[in-house]
């Protein structure tokens, strides 16, 4: 099971910026995917931003262009950079992770891709951001 710390969560006005990142350990495999969600009290997880060991990287349509995420492979500690922030980016932010993932069947060049399904989750950091 992997274990993950996040770090960085704060306040901050409408506009500014902030930095996260997670602190990982007791990984089984080379391969992996970390990620990071959110979540506002009585809403749904909702995913972020992912990024695999094969360097494929994914955001959500709601945070594209503003927040980049980043891996330290060696270290496998995930960052997540925060930029131009809203009052609707207000939430508390996990990290997650998968050991280990799955491929997907080849495609017509008989390449598979790596299906990240996060399953080990850290405690949460809150991110408030003010108008």
């Known amino acids: 099971q992997v274990h993950l710390v996040e770090t960085g969560g704060g306040s901050v006005q409408a506009g500014g910026s902030l930095r996260l990142s997670c602190a990982s350990s007791?990984?089984?495999?080379?391969?992996?995917?970390m990620g990071w969600f959110r979540q506002e009290p009585g809403k749904e997880r909702e995913f972020i931003a992912g990024i695999d060991s094969d360097g494929t990287i994914k955001y959500a349509d709601s945070v594209k262009g503003r927040f980049t995420i980043s891996t330290d492979n060696a270290a496998k500690t995930a960052s997540l950079e925060m930029n131009n922030l809203k009052p609707e980016d207000t939430a508390m932010y996990y990290c997650?992770?998968?050991?280990?993932?799955?491929?997907?069947?080849?495609?017509?060049?008989?390449?598979?891709?790596?299906?990240?399904?996060?399953?080990?989750w850290g405690q949460g950091t809150q991110v408030t951001v003010s108008s």
């Open positions: 007791g990984w089984s495999y080379s391969s992996y995917c």
């Open positions: 997650a992770s998968d050991d280990g993932p799955q491929r997907g069947p080849p495609d017509y060049r008989g390449l598979r891709y790596i299906i990240c399904e996060y399953d080990d």
